[in-house]
C-alpha cells in the first residue's frame, strides 16, 4: 500500500530526505528482505523485548524496556531520552520495532499500570491524571533528566497531559493519532459538529445513553466476566488487530501473545472495567495552552479509531496554524496508514522521529 506524507508547521524535511525518498527506502528494503527470505518479513526487535525491567510507582510495580545507544554503538550519542507510550489494551511491546539508537541516548518503553507487565490493582480508580502521575514518577526516578515523550492514542493524550503538568520535564512530544479521552465516554466540546450534517449532531446524545448502559452492563461482574473472555481470545484479539493494522504481517504471534498473555493476569478483568467505566478526563484542547515544547502530530488517513475529518483531528491538523509564539508545531499526515503507525509501518517512523529529533533541536 503506498504511503504519501503531507507536512505542515515548522518540521519540513529537505529534497533530499523528503517524506518520499523516505517511503521509497523503505519499500527498497522491505524488496531486499523478501528476496534474502522466502519467509514472511521479520523485524529484528529493537527495543530489548526479553529484559524487561521494573520500577515501582505508588507500591505498584511498573514494567518498562530499555535500549541505549551504546547497545549498537561503540560510543554514546549525546542525544536525548525518549520515552515510548503506548495505547489502550497493549503495551511498550509495540513498539518493537523502534530504533531510536542513531540519535538518542537511551529509548524507554513504559507498559501502563493496567497492561502488559505492569501490576493490574483492582483497587486504583484509573483516570488519565492517575497515568500522569506514573509517568511523570517514571522520568524523575529512572530517567532522571528531560525526555522526548512518543505516544499513541492513549499514550499520546497520556503525553499532552505530562507537558501540560511538568514542562520541565519534557524536551519535546510526539503524538501519534492522538486520543481524545481515556476511553469511548469522550466529553464533546463545543462547536465540536457545527459544520457536520444533522446525523452527527444526534449521534452524540444516543452515544451517551448507549455508553451509560455498557457501563451498568460491564459493573455486572459475571456478565463483565463472560465479555472480557470472548475479548481476550487470541482469535478475537487478532481479528481486532487485524482490522486496525493495515501492514496484515505485523499481526504475528508474538504481537498477539503480549496482549492475551497481559489479559490472563490477576487483577485484568477488574482494570478492564475501571478504564471503560471511568471519567474520560479533559480533553487535549483543554491541556494545550500550557505545553510549551516543540510537537510533531502524525495522524493516519485511514484510521478508524480516531478519524482524522472528524472534531479532534480536525483540530490536531489545524494546531500548527493556531499554536503561536515561538513553539514548534508539525502536522505529518500518512496517507493508506491506520491507528498503529508505529508498529504497523515502524521504519517509516523511526524516520520521521529520528528527522523530527534532529531538526527540532531536541
Same mark, same amino acid.
Given at each position: 500500500?503506498?504511503?504519501?506524507?503531507?507536512? *505542515? #508547521?515548522?518540521?519540513?524535511?529537505?529534497?533530499? $530526505? @523528503? +517524506? =518520499? %525518498?523516505?517511503?521509497?527506502?523503505?519499500?527498497?528494503?522491505?524488496?531486499?528482505?523478501?528476496?534474502?527470505?522466502?519467509?514472511?518479513?521479520?523485524?529484528?526487535?529493537?527495543?530489548?523485548?526479553?529484559?524487561?525491567?521494573?520500577?515501582?510507582? *505508588? #507500591?505498584?510495580?511498573?514494567?518498562?524496556?530499555? $535500549? @541505549? +545507544? =551504546? %547497545?549498537?554503538?561503540?560510543?554514546?550519542?549525546?542525544?536525548?531520552?525518549?520515552?515510548?507510550?503506548?495505547?489502550?489494551?497493549?503495551?511498550?511491546?509495540?513498539?518493537?520495532?523502534?530504533?531510536?539508537?542513531?540519535?538518542?541516548?537511551?529509548?524507554?518503553?513504559?507498559?501502563?499500570?493496567?497492561?502488559?507487565? @505492569?501490576?493490574?490493582?483492582?483497587?486504583?480508580?484509573?483516570?488519565?491524571?492517575?497515568?500522569?502521575?506514573?509517568?511523570?514518577?517514571?522520568?524523575?526516578?529512572?530517567?532522571?533528566?528531560?525526555?522526548?515523550?512518543?505516544?499513541?492514542?492513549?499514550?499520546?493524550?497520556?503525553?499532552?497531559?505530562?507537558?501540560?503538568?511538568?514542562?520541565?520535564?519534557?524536551?519535546?512530544?510526539?503524538?501519534?493519532?492522538?486520543?481524545?479521552?481515556?476511553?469511548n465516554k469522550v466529553k464533546q466540546m463545543p462547536g465540536d459538529f457545527d459544520d457536520f450534517p444533522i446525523q452527527y449532531k444526534l449521534v452524540g446524545p444516543?452515544?451517551?445513553?448507549?455508553?451509560?448502559?455498557?457501563?451498568?452492563?460491564?459493573?455486572?461482574?459475571?456478565?463483565?466476566?463472560?465479555?472480557?473472555?470472548?475479548?481476550?481470545?487470541?482469535?478475537?484479539?487478532?481479528?481486532?488487530?487485524?482490522?486496525?493494522?493495515?501492514?496484515?504481517?505485523?499481526?504475528?504471534?508474538?504481537?498477539?501473545?503480549?496482549?492475551?498473555?497481559?489479559?490472563?493476569?490477576?487483577?485484568?478483568?477488574?482494570?478492564?472495567?475501571?478504564?471503560?467505566?471511568?471519567?474520560?478526563?479533559?480533553?487535549?484542547?483543554?491541556?494545550?495552552?500550557?505545553?510549551?515544547?516543540?510537537?510533531?502530530?502524525?495522524?493516519?488517513?485511514?484510521?478508524?479509531?480516531?478519524?482524522?475529518?472528524?472534531?479532534?483531528?480536525?483540530?490536531?491538523?489545524?494546531?500548527?496554524?493556531?499554536?503561536?509564539?515561538?513553539?514548534?508545531?508539525?502536522?505529518?499526515?500518512?496517507?493508506?496508514?491506520?491507528?498503529?503507525?508505529?508498529?504497523?509501518?515502524?521504519?517509516?517512523?523511526?524516520?520521521?522521529?529520528?528527522?523530527?529529533?534532529?531538526?527540532?533541536?531536541?
Amino acid at each position: 500500500m503506498p504511503h504519501s506524507s503531507l507536512l *505542515r #508547521g515548522q518540521f519540513n524535511p529537505s529534497t533530499s $530526505t @523528503s +517524506s =518520499s %525518498n523516505i517511503i521509497r527506502r523503505r519499500q527498497q528494503r522491505q524488496r531486499r528482505r523478501r528476496l534474502s527470505s522466502s519467509s514472511s518479513i521479520k523485524l529484528e526487535c529493537k527495543i530489548s523485548l526479553g529484559e524487561i525491567k521494573f520500577h515501582t510507582f *505508588r #507500591g505498584h510495580k511498573v514494567a518498562y524496556r530499555e $535500549t @541505549s +545507544s =551504546s %547497545n549498537n554503538n561503540n560510543s554514546k550519542t549525546t542525544g536525548p531520552c525518549v520515552l515510548l507510550i503506548h495505547g489502550f489494551g497493549v503495551s511498550g511491546y509495540q513498539y518493537r520495532d523502534i530504533d531510536l539508537t542513531s540519535i538518542a541516548k537511551k529509548t524507554f518503553a513504559i507498559d501502563l499500570i493496567g497492561f502488559g507487565k @505492569s501490576d493490574k490493582p483492582d483497587s486504583v480508580d484509573f483516570s488519565m491524571e492517575f497515568w500522569r502521575e506514573q509517568i511523570i514518577d517514571f522520568i524523575k526516578e529512572v530517567i532522571q533528566e528531560p525526555a522526548c515523550l512518543v505516544g499513541n492514542s492513549i499514550g499520546s493524550l497520556a503525553a499532552v497531559h505530562v507537558a501540560s503538568s511538568e514542562p520541565e520535564l519534557v524536551r519535546g512530544v510526539c503524538l501519534i493519532n492522538c486520543a481524545g479521552g481515556m476511553n469511548n465516554k469522550v466529553k464533546q466540546m463545543p462547536g465540536d459538529f457545527d459544520d457536520f450534517p444533522i446525523q452527527y449532531k444526534l449521534v452524540g446524545p444516543i452515544f451517551k445513553v448507549v455508553l451509560a448502559i455498557i457501563d451498568t452492563v460491564l459493573k455486572i461482574e459475571p456478565v463483565a466476566t463472560k465479555i472480557f473472555n470472548n475479548v481476550r481470545s487470541e482469535e478475537n484479539v487478532r481479528n481486532a488487530l487485524k482490522n486496525v493494522y493495515k501492514t496484515q504481517n505485523r499481526v504475528d504471534e508474538l504481537l498477539v501473545k503480549s496482549i492475551c498473555d497481559a489479559a490472563k493476569e490477576d487483577g485484568a478483568l477488574k482494570c478492564f472495567v475501571n478504564i471503560l467505566t471511568g471519567d474520560p478526563g479533559p480533553r487535549p484542547e483543554e491541556l494545550m495552552n500550557n505545553v510549551e515544547c516543540p510537537m510533531l502530530i502524525i495522524w493516519g488517513t485511514e484510521d478508524g479509531i480516531t478519524p482524522l475529518d472528524f472534531p479532534l483531528g480536525r483540530y490536531f491538523e489545524n494546531l500548527p496554524k493556531t499554536r503561536t509564539n515561538t513553539r514548534k508545531t508539525s502536522f505529518i499526515k500518512l496517507d493508506g496508514q491506520g491507528h498503529c503507525v508505529q508498529d504497523d509501518s515502524p521504519e517509516l517512523m523511526n524516520e520521521l522521529l529520528v528527522k523530527w529529533i534532529a531538526e527540532d533541536g531536541l
